[in-house]
C-alpha cells in the first residue's frame, strides 16, 4: 500500500512559508494578558466583534506551546484575523490590569491545587527535575505566582521575545481557499517583524538515582500513587516515542491484565492510567494509581514496578501487539470528525515539529515497532536510577 494510502492524517493540507518566518497551516500566565487588547482594538471592541460575527475564542496553555483558538465562519474569516495579527503585534495593557490578572491566575492555582492529581504533578516535576523548565508545571510554583504583580517590566519583555513570527503557527482548518487564505495573512500578518531572541533552555543532568516524595493531604482522600521515569523528547524519526506510547497502552490501559487485575477482580484501584506525553525536551513516562486504602499502596506500587519490569523481560506478545497498533490508529483517526478536533489535533503536533506530516510520520513508526523494540526500550527507560515515586495520602489526624 503505498504511503499515502496509510496516512492517518489523510485530509490534504497545504503549507506555507513567509519571508519573517510566519508558517501558515491551512507562557500560561501570559495566556490571559493577550485578551486585554491594543490601540486599535482596546478589549471590548475585540469582544464585540467576536460577539457580532457570533465567534467562540479561547486559549490554553502546556509546557511547549499556547494555543489561542477561534471558531468562526468563514465570511467572517478575514476580519477575526486582522483582529488576532492586531494584539500579536501591538499589544498593550496598563499595570493595573496586569496586576488584576495576576490576582487571576493566584486564584486559578489555589483551584488547581486543591486537586489530588494537580498537585501530585506538581511536586513529581519538582522533584524528578533539577536544572529543566519542565521542573515546574504551566502554572508555575506558588512563590513565582505571588511574585508575579511585581513582574510587570518583565512581561514586556516576554512578550518582546516570544510573539514574533518564528515562533508562530497559523493553523486555518476548514473549506476555504489556500491561496485566498495565503494573500489575507499576507496583507494582515506579512508586515510583523522577526526578532532575534534565541531561547535557550537548560538540559537536564543523568538523574542519578530513585527519588521519593509524599504529599500529606489536608482533606479527604483516597491515596494516590504516581511512578514516573525519565522518558525521552518527542520525534517522528527515532522509534523510543512510538514504543514508550505504546507501553502505556499495552501496560495499563483499561484492556490491559494489570487493569484486569487490580480494579476489576482484586479492587484494590479504581483508577489506573500512564502517559507518555509528548514533549520538545525527554520528559517523564508517567503511571498513576488511585487506591482504595492506604495498606494496599505498597502493593499496588509493587504490581506497577512488575508490569514495568515484565516488558524488559520479556518481548510482549506479537498479535497483542498488533491489536494494539491498530487500535491507536483507528481511534485517532475516528477522532478527526470535525473541523474543531482537526484544529486541536494539529496544534498539538505542529507545536513539536510546525507541520502536519508529523502525524504521518508518528503512526508509520507505530507500524514498525516490533516486540523486540518494546523489551530494549523497556530496559533502556525503566530503570531505578531513572525512577521517581510520589505518593499523596490523607494526613494523620
Same mark, same amino acid.
Given at each position: 500500500m503505498a504511503a499515502a494510502e496509510r496516512d492517518v492524517f489523510a485530509y490534504p493540507y497545504d503549507q506555507h512559508d513567509f519571508d519573517n518566518g510566519l508558517r501558515l497551516i491551512i507562557a500560561h500566565f501570559f495566556e490571559h494578558m493577550m485578551f486585554h487588547g491594543t490601540p486599535e482594538v482596546p478589549p471590548e471592541r475585540y469582544e464585540d466583534g467576536l460577539q457580532e460575527t457570533g465567534a467562540s475564542s479561547n486559549a490554553y496553555t502546556d509546557d511547549d506551546r499556547t494555543v489561542y483558538h477561534t471558531t468562526i465562519t468563514k465570511e467572517d474569516f478575514e476580519r477575526i484575523l486582522a483582529m488576532e495579527a492586531d494584539r500579536f503585534r501591538n499589544l498593550e495593557y496598563p499595570l493595573e490590569a496586569f496586576q488584576t490578572e495576576a490576582l487571576a491566575v493566584l486564584g486559578e492555582y489555589n483551584k488547581d491545587s486543591a486537586e489530588p492529581v494537580n498537585k501530585l504533578m506538581e511536586v513529581l516535576r519538582d522533584t524528578a527535575f533539577d536544572r529543566h523548565t519542565y521542573k515546574h508545571t504551566t502554572m508555575g510554583f506558588l512563590r513565582d505566582i505571588e511574585a508575579m504583580p511585581r513582574m510587570y517590566d518583565y512581561s514586556r519583555t516576554f512578550f518582546d521575545r516570544f510573539y514574533r513570527p518564528e515562533y508562530t503557527t497559523l493553523v486555518v482548518v476548514g473549506d476555504v481557499d489556500p491561496g485566498q487564505v495565503r494573500a489575507q495573512v499576507e496583507r494582515h500578518w506579512g508586515g510583523w517583524q522577526r526578532g532575534s531572541y534565541v531561547c535557550r533552555v537548560p538540559a537536564e543532568p543523568q538523574q542519578e538515582g530513585a527519588r521519593?516524595?509524599?504529599?500529606?493531604?489536608?482533606?479527604?482522600t483516597l491515596p494516590y500513587l504516581m511512578v514516573a521515569h525519565r522518558s525521552t523528547a518527542y520525534s517522528d524519526a527515532a522509534t523510543d516515542c512510538a514504543v514508550l506510547d505504546l507501553i502505556s497502552y499495552l501496560g495499563f490501559s483499561e484492556n490491559s491484565p494489570l487493569y484486569e487485575r487490580l480494579v476489576i477482580e482484586e479492587q484494590t484501584v479504581d483508577l489506573l492510567? =500512564?502517559?507518555n506525553a509528548d514533549h520538545v525536551d525527554p520528559y517523564l513516562f508517567t503511571v498513576l494509581a488511585r487506591v482504595k486504602e492506604d495498606s494496599d499502596v505498597p502493593a499496588v506500587q509493587q504490581a506497577i514496578l512488575e508490569t514495568l519490569a515484565g516488558f524488559a523481560g520479556q518481548p510482549v506478545e506479537a498479535g497483542r501487539l498488533e491489536d494494539v497498533k491498530s487500535h491507536l490508529r483507528y481511534r485517532f483517526a475516528l477522532g478527526l470528525n470535525h473541523s474543531e478536533a482537526i484544529a486541536s489535533t494539529l496544534a498539538h503536533?505542529?507545536?513539536?515539529r510546525r507541520t502536519p506530516e508529523t502525524v504521518n510520520r508518528l503512526?508509520?513508526?507505530y507500524e514498525t515497532v516490533t516486540p523486540e523494540d518494546v523489551m530494549r526500550a523497556a530496559r533502556t527507560f525503566f530503570t531505578e536510577s531513572g525512577r521517581t515515586i510520589v505518593?499523596? =495520602?490523607e494526613a494523620s489526624k
Open positions: 521519593h516524595a509524599h504529599i500529606p493531604w489536608e482533606t479527604h492510567w =500512564a502517559s503536533y505542529v507545536s513539536l503512526y508509520r513508526l505518593t499523596l =495520602a
